[in-house]
């Protein structure tokens, strides 16, 4: 039975070798599979710590414009307020607002911090919020 003879064009031959003969691996292909796969290994090490280093950019930026809640609470609080009179002390002004069962020496405290006062004498015409 004889077989008969086709002619194939050029861009319908394959790509793959034919013949039977083993292929064999050169030191040149095994080295450039190394540097390839090194490569891909340094690109996807570079994309994990960028996409790293943007979550921890991004959650340093909402932290520093969230704000301290105390400061935001302190803002929308609204304090009562007492001008000073020639006389009047820390100790006289907290006397007549501090509540019943509450420490006068803590009360004192919160309004120094409240004010921003660091030392205990007052001038007569100041301002002081009341906690």
């Known amino acids: 039975m004889a077989t008969a003879a086709y002619y194939i064009p050029d861009e319908y031959k394959s790509i793959y070798r034919t013949s ?3 292929v064999s691996a050169s ?3 095994s080295s450039d599979c190394s540097r390839v796969s090194r490569l891909r290994w340094i690109i996807r090490f570079a994309a994990i710590a960028s996409i ?7 959650g340093a930026i909402v932290h520093a ?17 007492v001008i000073v009179k020639p ?3 820390l100790w006289s002004i907290s006397e007549t607002r501090v509540q019943k069962g509450e420490d006068i020496r803590v009360y ?13 004498p007052l001038q007569a015409g ?5 906690p």
């Open 20 to 22: 039977s003969a083993p």
């Open 27 to 29: 030191k040149t292909d």
């Open 52 to 58: 790293i280093l943007l979550v921890v950019g991004v």
């Open 65 to 81: 414009f969230a704000g301290d809640g105390e400061v935001q609470a302190a803002s929308i609080t609204k304090h009562e307020q």
């Open 87 to 89: 006389g009047d002390t």
């Open 108 to 120: 004192i405290q919160k309004l120094k911090k409240l004010n921003g006062i660091s030392s205990s």
């Open 126 to 130: 100041q301002v002081l919020l009341l």
